[in-house]
T-cell receptor
Framework: DTGVSQNPRHKITKRGQNVTFRCDPI?????LYWYRQTLGQGPEFLTY????????KSRLLSDRFSAERPKGSFSTLEIQRTEQGDSAMYLC???????????????FGPGTRLTVT | AQSVTQLDSQVPVFEEAPVELRCNYS??????LFWYVQYPNQGLQLLLK??????LVKGINGFEAEFNKSQTSFHLRKPSVHISDTAEYFC???????????FGKGTMLLVSP
């Protein structure tokens, strides 16, 4: 069990460029979440998948944001036409839906820090 | 919709002293409650959770929390802190049976010698 991994760890981009982040969840976990954390704030929910199905999207997820989980394993989060307000830490988490009390535990990756200049 | 209020943005404390980090939530339905810790440049690590049953929950690293439904609180405590406990602590809530988390703004615990 290697935990949740995210790549890249840091990304600096110019306003208007597109960026894509990748998340690899814990291998047996079937749920995958994306959160955004800005300075001085707690993480805010963006979207989540169960297997390859995207089940919920937050109102924070504008049309410029798209997320995929094509084979129910890794996920990508793409931001098109980045704006300075997109600068944040993007966190991925995974969990296992099933029986047992650990089914509500989300395991977080180290995050991708995006800076838009 | 749920919301979480962490009343203190920073809590300074001396090593080996006790500490309490406060968390209040608002929800019209039953909730699950969580405390996470975030060390610099790292992701969040689960400290403890309340789903049901005993209102006193014990977690990792000597932390515990008590769920108080009447006061809608879930305060985190440790009887004796270490320098290594210096980190940001987040309280989070989810609707019972539902998985997405709503976080508070966090409390920075600063432990000094």
């Amino acid at each position: 069990d290697t935990g949740v991994s995210q790549n890249p760890r840091h990304k600096i981009t110019k306003r208007g460029q597109n960026v894509t982040f990748r998340c690899d969840p814990i291998s047996e976990h079937n749920r995958l979440y994306w959160y955004r954390q800005t300075l001085g704030q707690g993480p805010e929910f963006l979207t989540y998948f169960q297997n390859e199905a995207q089940l919920e999207k937050s109102r924070l997820l504008s049309d410029r944001f798209s997320a995929e989980r094509p084979k129910g394993s890794f996920s990508t989060l793409e931001i098109q036409r980045t704006e300075q307000g997109d600068s944040a830490m993007y966190l991925c988490a995974s969990s296992l839906v099933g029986s047992g009390r650990n089914r509500y535990e989300q395991y977080f990756g180290p995050g991708t820090r995006l800076t838009v200049t | 919709a749920q919301s979480v209020t962490q009343l203190d943005s920073q809590v300074p404390v001396f090593e080996e002293a006790p500490v309490e980090l406060r968390c209040n939530y608002s929800s019209s339905v039953s909730v699950y409650l969580f405390w996470y810790v975030q060390y610099p440049n790292q992701g969040l690590q689960l400290l403890l959770k309340y789903l049901s049953g005993s209102t006193l929950v014990k977690g990792i690293n000597g932390f515990e929390a008590e769920f108080n439904k009447s006061q809608t609180s879930f305060h985190l405590r440790k009887p004796s802190v270490h320098i290594s406990d210096t980190a940001e602590y987040f309280c989070a809530v989810s609707e019972a049976g539902y998985s997405t988390l709503t976080f508070g703004k966090g409390t920075m615990l600063l432990v000094s010698p």
